[in-house]
């Protein structure tokens, strides 16, 4: 059966990490907001360059050009068919509530909201160490999941990278707008007895699954 999940945490805590978990062993489709844009900035888009104005600075880009974007991939028989990972959407109480409106309208039904939490100083730790492909978007860390071969990925063979936005203010900036922004929505899908508390300062397989024994998989 498929999972239908909303992976929600701050900066650097694993969501990507996660995604790429659950997308390879449930086969359900990943929509991940900032993957999205990024590839948006890459390809020099309208909505890339808005974007790239928001994230370089650390601040969550606009809610109506990112409910649109996100409505519009969970739209795709793709997405119906296999189901989905949110990673990284909704991000403002104003995203949940429109995304709500959507799964209603559209009779599906949410599996669960994990909220992955961590220690501040260990996702600092995360982010300052993570380099990813510039290619496939595999996720790597200088001393967690280093690479076999020092900057290439050992999927594709293709360069690593340091996101742009790694640098300490912004990470600084993106911790300060996911207290102020992001926690509500944990706090939205609470009222609902939809959010998942989990402790995503074990590793990466024991993370895993505490989400998959609540689903019961
Ligand atoms: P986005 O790309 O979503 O970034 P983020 O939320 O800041 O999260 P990250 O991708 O930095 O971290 P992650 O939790 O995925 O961690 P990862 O698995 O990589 O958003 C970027 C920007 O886009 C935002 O700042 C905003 O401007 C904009 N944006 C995006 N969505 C938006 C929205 N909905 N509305 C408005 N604006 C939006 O892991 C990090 C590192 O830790 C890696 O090196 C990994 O190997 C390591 N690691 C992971 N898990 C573990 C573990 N369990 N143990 C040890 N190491 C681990």
Sequence with gaps: MSVRLILVGPPGVGKGTQSQLIETRTGAHPLASGVIFRAEIDAETD??????????????????????????RLRSDEVRRKG??????PRTVRQAEALDEELEKEEIHLDVVVSLEVDEEIVVHRLSGRIGCTRCGEIYHRFNKPPKREGFCDKCNSPLLVREDDNPDTIRERLRVFWENTKPVVDHYESKRLALHVDASKDP???YRQIMEHLGR
Aim: aromatic share 8%; hydrophobic share 45%; charged share 25%.
């Design 47 to 72: 909505l890339g360059q808005l974007a790239k104005s928001y994230i370089d600075r650390g601040e969550l880009v606009p809610n109506g050009v990112t409910i649109q974007m996100m409505l519009k």
């Design 84 to 89: 989905f990972i949110l990673d990284g959407f």
């Design 205 to 207: 397989e024991d993370v």
